[in-house]
């Protein structure tokens, strides 16, 4: 089946300096790939859009320049948090659009394992 | 605006016996997709099963099955058979339609914590 990879699972990083979270799809082509965020006990929140080669997408209310999305290849897509501060801390889990012939329907989506990420 | 709601925040049953979680959704598309997934204490997303809009039948995989009401905008999980492996968070999430030269997004309900009792 279709396979995301995330990493890293977990990263501890002090207040001000950056993290990259990277997503690989590993079977299959990940044209788009979508980030999310979730703070303890509650839902996933769509941060952005990326297309491979392309600008990400950003939704409302998040900022860009703090959150960096590089989608350079088909299988691969990063986020960047710069600059990190404590609020930044949250759980980001990547998802891709996955083809058909991987899932059985016309629109599916495979989720990375997630990164957990503590600043202090 | 479309929209998810789940308004079990937790929901308790025995192992053994099943269980029904549920979802409503807001939409004025004609096509879209409906999903659940499991996320345990470990945070991966877990695809449980899917159902479209213009899917006759109601979507069964294994244990779970989709109770999908389309006039009453509700597309319940029904989870048979209860196992202890079960306690975790449950998601329902909707298939947006895409915006011009967009793609489809996925955008999600609360959230309902299910937790299976021996």
């Known amino acids: 089946g279709a396979v995301v990879s995330q990493h890293p699972s977990w990263v501890i990083c002090k207040s001000g300096t950056s993290v990259k979270i990277e997503c690989r799809s590993l079977?299959?082509?990940?044209?788009?790939m979508f980030w999310y965020r979730q703070f303890p006990k509650q839902s996933l929140m769509l941060m952005a859009t990326?297309?491979?080669?392309?600008?990400?997408?950003?939704e409302q209310g998040v900022e860009k320049d703090k959150f960096l999305i590089n989608h350079a290849s088909l299988t691969l897509s990063t986020l960047t948090v710069t600059s990190a501060h404590p609020e930044d801390s949250s759980f980001y889990i990547c998802?891709?659009?996955?083809?058909?012939?991987?899932?059985?329907?016309?629109?599916?989506?495979?989720f990375g394992s997630g990164t957990r990420l503590t600043v202090v | 605006a479309q929209k998810i709601t789940q308004t079990q925040p937790g929901m308790f049953v025995q192992e053994k016996e099943a269980v029904t979680l549920d979802c409503t959704y807001d939409?004025?598309?004609?096509?879209?997709?409906l999903f659940w997934y499991k996320q345990p204490s470990s945070g991966e997303m877990i695809f449980l099963i899917y159902?479209?809009?213009?899917?006759?039948q109601n979507a069964t995989e294994g244990r779970y099955s989709l109770n999908f009401q389309k006039a009453r905008k509700s597309a319940n999980l029904v989870i048979s058979a209860s196992q202890l492996g079960d306690s975790a968070m449950y998601f329902c999430a909707m298939r947006e339609a895409a915006v011009s030269g967009g793609y489809n997004k996925l955008i999600f309900g609360a959230g309902t914590r299910l937790a299976v009792h021996p």
């Open positions: 939409t004025s598309d004609q096509s879209y997709g």
């Open positions: 079977d299959f082509q990940a044209t788009t």
């Open positions: 998802s891709a659009r996955t083809p058909e012939g991987l899932t059985g329907f016309r629109y599916g989506y495979t």
């Open positions: 990326s297309n491979e080669g392309s600008k990400a997408t950003y």
């Open positions: 159902q479209g809009s213009y899917d006759e």
